[in-house]
């Protein structure tokens, strides 16, 4: 893969991102994670000596765009990135741009290929699927109140090497760590049980700090039935304990998450739009 002007970072290069990183203000623990080396991926830039356009990728094909929007030869061979014209991208990829400039340029330059999720239903074709993603803000006192009120009367234990090697799905710690090892060394989950089979698995995607983003993942046939509700509640319990502020974030359509997020004490607290580009 090779786009002239999206120039690859090198790893000892990363520092030079971290600033402007921090200027970004939606959730984008997944790019911080990157740049502090904590987990492989990508960083293309404008210039190697002195970046100003930034453009991250994760390996779960989650990837955020920012900084300057000017650099003529840059945007060029983003748009070809975007729209995958040497089919380097064989997976889906999901773009957050949360400054006002890049979802202008984004809409000028390849908004022709702009398509609701409700009329491309996952299709792989040339069109980029434009949803929205949502932040959330944890309320404690609202989550005490809510998990007082709702029993949890399911087998919750924390997550251990038979448990990772069994949970099946796509969010999943696989994703988002280097390792088996590097997440039990460095990150946590607790895994609601079905007669001894992983039912729901809330886990750190990624740790900053005292910062601990949720992902969860609930095999099919225990969805809806109060698995993820205990996992999650364990892992938040977890957070408070640690003084972790619990973060989530998801696609406002992926209504089963984002009606959790809710009952768990979250609050919606910022929107953008998340686009998913096809290959």
């Avoid at 002007?5 to 939606?26: A, F, G, N, P, W």
């Avoid at 299709?123 to 944890?138: G, L, M, Q, S, Y």
């Avoid at 089963?256 to 997020?261: K, Q, T």
Wanted: glycine residues 4%.
């Amino acid at each position: 893969m090779i786009f002239v002007s999206m120039i690859l970072l090198q790893k000892q290069d990363y520092h030079k991102v971290t600033e402007h990183l921090r200027q970004i203000k939606v959730n984008h623990l997944f790019a911080r994670f990157i740049i502090e080396q904590k987990v492989d991926g990508k960083v293309f830039v404008d210039n190697p000596e002195n970046p100003t356009t930034f453009y991250i990728l994760h390996p779960y094909s989650m990837s955020l765009l920012f900084g300057n929007v000017d650099n003529i030869e840059f945007n060029s061979a983003l748009v070809a990135y975007l729209l995958n014209t040497d089919k380097h991208r064989q997976t889906f990829e999901w773009l957050q741009a949360p400054e006002k400039k890049w979802q202008a340029f984004l809409s000028d330059t390849v908004g022709d290929r702009f398509v609701a999720v409700e009329e491309n239903r996952g299709a792989v074709n040339d069109k980029i699927e434009v949803t929205t993603r949502v932040n959330f803000k944890f309320n404690k006192e609202k989550y005490e109140a809510i998990s007082a009120m709702i029993p949890v009367d399911k087998h919750v234990v924390r997550t251990d090497t038979a448990h990772y090697d069994a949970i099946r799905g796509a969010v999943i710690p696989e994703n988002f760590w280097n390792s088996r090892d590097d997440f039990f060394e460095n990150g946590v989950g607790f895994t609601s049980l079905s007669d001894n089979e992983v039912a729901s698995t809330a886990f750190s995607s990624f740790i900053f700090d005292d910062t601990l983003e949720i992902g969860i993942e609930t095999a099919q046939p225990h969805k809806g039935k109060g698995y993820a509700f205990a996992a999650c509640s364990a892992l938040i319990n977890y957070c408070i304990e640690k003084n972790y502020e619990p973060v989530w974030s998801c696609k406002k359509d992926n209504i089963g998450s984002y009606r959790l997020a809710c009952r768990l004490g979250f609050e919606p607290t910022f929107t953008l739009p998340f686009y998913r580009l096809n290959y």
